[in-house]
């Protein structure tokens, strides 16, 4: 996705629940590093743009996996 299209107001809002390099950001609690990822860190500056972790993966193996990175 080109975030330029976000950027000048080409898209109204846009809603990511995947993201490529997601592993990196997603799935373990970085709240203490710096976000390393440019096109990720500029896509969280627009108003209009929301990014969540891909979720559409609910199987228990799965649920267990994500349980265990908050613990």
Known sequence: MDNEL??????GYLGLDVYEEEEQ???ED???L?????V???LLT??????TGHQAFFTREALLNIAATIT
């Open 6 to 11: 976000a950027a000048h107001r080409k898209i």
């Open 30 to 32: 970085r709240s203490g």
């Open 25 to 27: 950001i997603f799935f």
């Open 46 to 51: 627009f108003p209009n743009v929301i990014i």
């Open 40 to 42: 990720f860190a500029r």
């Open 34 to 38: 710096i976000l390393s990822d440019d």
